[in-house]
T-cell receptor
């Protein structure tokens, strides 16, 4: 069964550093998303991406965040200057069309120290 | 505003007993409804979804859910729980444009031997 692949599975970074979280969505999917889950809390929407541009973003997705689909296969989330409160599990998801649910990746656990 | 409520934070059932996890949503139109399961440290796996048609939907691992428009509910059920079902379960609502999902806060299921 096709999978959404996320790397790395766990990343530790110092506060103020830039991080890039990588995702390889399912190849024929058209819609891409990032969500995050702070430990013990609900899954929160960050951003959706379609046709090479952001469709919608949440209040969380401020100027420190950016997304890119540089080569038609990878979908990245960049955090420019990490804060302690950015520590969370970050999930990438992709969607083919409305007949299917999202397929989520297994997540990247980001720890900011 | 759209919202998803899972009123039970923790549920404990005995192995072999039946299970019902509650989900209520608030949305102006009929949403797309999903249940996801998350094992510790893992990603989100789609159990089942409802878009239209038969209000009783079958999913993987023996789960089913029933959409009740009058109650704005989409409760997840399983007739006989197995120890491997211990996990956290998330109800999610998707909007018509699929720009984002709203997740409930999750229900942690413990299974007693």
């Amino acid at each position: 069964e096709p999978e959404v692949t996320q790397t790395p599975s766990h990343q530790v970074t110092q506060m103020g550093q830039e991080v890039i979280l990588r995702c390889v969505p399912i190849s024929n999917h058209l819609y891409f998303y990032w969500y995050r889950q702070i430990l013990g809390q609900k899954v929160e929407f960050l951003v959706s991406f379609y046709n090479n541009e952001i469709s919608e973003k949440s209040e969380i997705f401020d100027d420190q965040f950016s997304v890119e689909r540089p080569d038609g296969s990878n979908f990245t989330l960049k955090i420019r200057s990490t804060k302690l409160e950015d520590s969370a599990m970050y999930f990438c998801a992709s969607l083919a069309d409305r007949n299917y649910g999202y397929t989520f990746g297994s997540g990247t656990r980001l720890t900011v120290v | 505003a759209q919202s998803v409520t899972q009123p039970d934070i923790h549920i404990t059932v005995s192995e072999g007993a039946s299970l019902e996890l509650r989900c209520n949503y608030s949305y102006g139109a009929t949403p797309y409804l999903f249940w996801y399961v998350q094992s510790p440290g893992q990603g989100l796996q789609l159990l089942l979804k409802y878009f239209s048609g038969d209000t009783l939907v079958q999913g993987i691992k023996g789960f089913e859910a029933e959409f009740k428009r009058s109650q704005s509910s989409f409760n997840l059920r399983k007739p006989s729980v197995h120890w491997s079902d211990a996990a956290e379960y998330f109800c999610a609502v998707g909007l018509y444009n699929f720009n984002k999902f709203y997740f409930g806060s999750g229900t942690k299921l413990n299974v007693k031997p």
